[in-house]
């Protein structure tokens, strides 16, 4: 008796401490709080800066390069025609703009250099994209970088680390080229597509080494990311299979990719962290995530965290402890991620509550402080 006694004691006990887990408890009067994390990431407060789509962020931290239609009303938003998107900056001290290009389309997918000296960006209707450069003065005159047998780009431009060399994939005809320009917009090199190849998505690892997506327009061989020394004419080394969407982490020693959990159905995909040797192969898996099929994703600075856009929801991975921890929820449409510093995320998105269904909605700029 005295045994089963002591038992019930034991599991009331049990419960009680279940029960009391992470929750509130109050002693004379003082609530003890359940002991958080140590260094566990907190969102401090969510800002809505402007409306309009961030681009790229200034070398100082101090300005959002922008691309804005100035809030005009779109009498057909279901056709890509829609008012001009001009070229913006927002300076993050006192929210000020700065209107640094007229457009007579749709201005976006701006880079500056790393000196700060140029911008380069795209201008175009109903997805054909022609490349510009200006320098970084309001109203500055724009030169065309177009092509006259690739006239048109895809939306990605990657500057080299010393500011020599911008990236840009342009496209006409039967291939694909990864041109190589320098600051005054002129070609350098070229880097053509194989038959029957696709390339988006092309990064500087360093001034040598330029990595980029490659698909497989015949479905024949695996989608991968390869990369490619510029200065010599050897072919490009696979890394790894994978879908168009990867982030390499600022120290080089992560690459963040997607591949599909099953590419027969509509299954999640799996975003994967795998260690990255300087030989470019490709280590042991960090850690890796069920995504859904729209992922945006960037590294912190310090190459701590990777942010990444799931569906509706923007989450922080820290490949380190597998800790994930999310930071946005309830977003209709999720369009562009990217840091400001170690502490302050910059993000895209329509919120839920904006949700029109008929292609109006004005896209936000929005801030994430994080300790």
């Given at each position: 008796?005295m ?19 992470g ?47 100035e ?87 990657s ?63 695996p ?29 080089k ?6 591949q ?11 975003l994967?962290?795998?260690?990255l ?10 850690t890796?995530v ?38 946005i929820?309830?977003?209709y ?7 400001l ?31």
């Amino acid at each position: 008796m005295m045994k089963k006694i002591l038992t019930l004691i034991l599991v009331v006990m049990l419960m009680a401490a279940l029960t009391a887990c992470g929750t509130e408890k109050t002693d004379d009067d003082v609530k003890v709080l359940p002991k958080e994390k140590d260094n566990e990431l907190k969102v401090l407060e969510v800002d809505e800066l402007h409306n309009g789509r961030a681009n790229d962020i200034s070398s100082d931290g101090k300005k959002i390069l922008f691309s804005w239609d100035e809030d005009k009303e779109d009498p057909e938003p279901r056709d890509e025609m829609g008012p001009p998107s001009h070229l913006y900056t927002l300076n993050l001290d006192d929210l000020s703009l700065t209107k640094m290009s007229n457009a007579e389309y749709f201005q976006s997918f701006a880079n500056y250099s790393p000196d700060g000296e140029k911008i380069v960006f795209l201008e175009g209707v109903e997805g054909i994209f022609t490349p510009y450069i200006m320098d970084n003065k309001p109203n500055a005159e724009k030169k065309s970088i177009l092509q006259k047998d690739h006239p048109f780009a895809s939306p990605n431009i990657s500057w080299s680390p010393d500011g020599n060399l911008f990236a840009l994939i342009t496209w006409g005809g039967a291939n694909q080229i990864i041109g190589l320009y320098d600051q005054q917009g002129n070609l350098q090199k070229s880097i053509k597509s194989e038959k029957n190849q696709s390339l988006m998505n092309v990064t500087f690892y360093d001034n040598e080494n330029i990595i980029y997506f490659v698909g497989d327009v015949t479905g024949k061989t695996p989608n991968h990311i390869a990369v490619k020394n510029i200065n010599d004419k050897e072919p490009a080394q696979k890394i790894v299979n994978a879908l168009g969407t990867y982030a390499i982490s600022p120290d080089k020693q992560r690459l963040a990719y997607i591949q599909n959990s099953d590419p027969n159905s509509d299954a999640p995909n799996i975003l994967k962290i795998d260690a990255l040797g300087t030989d470019f192969n490709t280590g042991s898996t960090l850690t890796e995530v069920e995504v859904g099929h729209t992922v945006k994703m960037a590294w912190s600075p310090n190459s701590k965290y990777l942010v990444y856009s799931d569906n509706d929801k923007i989450w922080a991975l820290n490949p380190e402890t597998n800790d994930k921890k999310q930071l946005i929820s309830n977003m209709y449409v999720i369009t562009n991620v990217m840091w400001l510093n170690n502490e302050e995320v910059i993000f895209n998105g329509i919120p839920n509550e904006d949700k029109k269904g008929d292609f109006s909605e004005t896209i936000k700029m929005y801030r994430i402080k994080l300790k």
